[in-house]
C-alpha cells in the first residue's frame, strides 16, 4: 500500500473480518484464521480529496480490497472507491471493490455495469455492489 500510516493499520486473524456503519455491512469470512491488515482509510490514512471507508489488506499486501459503505449515492460512492485506488492501490493482480449500500435505484443499472467493466479495464478490480450487507470468503 502506498502511502502508509501504521496508526491505521490493525492486524488481524480473526474468522470474520467485519466493516459495518448504519445497517451496512461487509463480512469477510478467514476461516484459516490468515492473517490480514485492517485499514482506516477515511480519517485516518487519508484526511483530504475523495476516499473510501476501509480496505483490508493480505498480510503480504499483494491483495487489495477496498471498501465504501454508503446510504444511496452509488455515482458517489465509485468515485471515492476509483480516488483511493489511485492515491492508496499498488498491486493489480489481487484486486477488489465493494459498494455496501442502502439501496440500488434500477435506474442505475446499466450506469453500474459500465463502471463494472471500466474498473475491470482500469484497475485490475472486480467492483460488487450490494445492498444492506455481503458475505465473502476469503480463500
Given at each position: 500500500?502506498?502511502?502508509?500510516?501504521?496508526?491505521?493499520?490493525?492486524?488481524?486473524?480473526?474468522?470474520?473480518?467485519?466493516?459495518?456503519?448504519?445497517?451496512?455491512?461487509?463480512?469477510?469470512?478467514?476461516?484459516q484464521?490468515?492473517?490480514?491488515?485492517?485499514?482506516?482509510?477515511?480519517?485516518?490514512?487519508?484526511?483530504?480529496?475523495?476516499?473510501?471507508?476501509?480496505?483490508?489488506?493480505s498480510?503480504?499486501?499483494?491483495?487489495?480490497?477496498?471498501?465504501?459503505?454508503?446510504?444511496?449515492d452509488?455515482?458517489?460512492?465509485?468515485?471515492?472507491?476509483?480516488?483511493?485506488?489511485?492515491?492508496?492501490g499498488?498491486?493489480?493482480g489481487?484486486?477488489?471493490?465493494?459498494?455496501?449500500?442502502t439501496?440500488v435505484?434500477?435506474?442505475?443499472?446499466?450506469?453500474i455495469?459500465?463502471?463494472?467493466?471500466?474498473f475491470?479495464?482500469?484497475?485490475h478490480?472486480?467492483l460488487?455492489?450490494?445492498?444492506q450487507?455481503?458475505?465473502?470468503?476469503?480463500?
Amino acid at each position: 500500500m502506498k502511502n502508509k500510516v501504521e496508526a491505521c493499520i490493525h492486524p488481524t486473524t480473526d474468522s470474520n473480518i467485519r466493516f459495518e456503519e448504519k445497517n451496512r455491512k461487509i463480512i469477510f469470512q478467514n476461516p484459516q484464521n490468515r492473517r490480514y491488515l485492517r485499514v482506516n482509510v477515511d480519517g485516518c490514512t487519508l484526511v483530504d480529496g475523495l476516499r473510501c471507508d476501509k480496505l483490508l489488506l493480505s498480510a503480504d499486501e499483494l491483495e487489495e480490497r477496498f471498501v465504501e459503505l454508503k446510504g444511496t449515492d452509488v455515482k458517489h460512492a465509485i468515485e471515492q472507491l476509483e480516488s483511493t485506488i489511485n492515491r492508496l492501490g499498488e498491486h493489480h493482480g489481487n484486486r477488489h471493490s465493494y459498494v455496501i449500500c442502502t439501496n440500488v435505484a434500477p435506474a442505475l443499472t446499466t450506469q453500474i455495469q459500465k463502471k463494472q467493466k471500466h474498473f475491470k479495464q482500469a484497475y485490475h478490480s472486480e467492483l460488487i455492489i450490494k445492498e444492506q450487507q455481503l458475505i465473502v470468503p476469503l480463500n
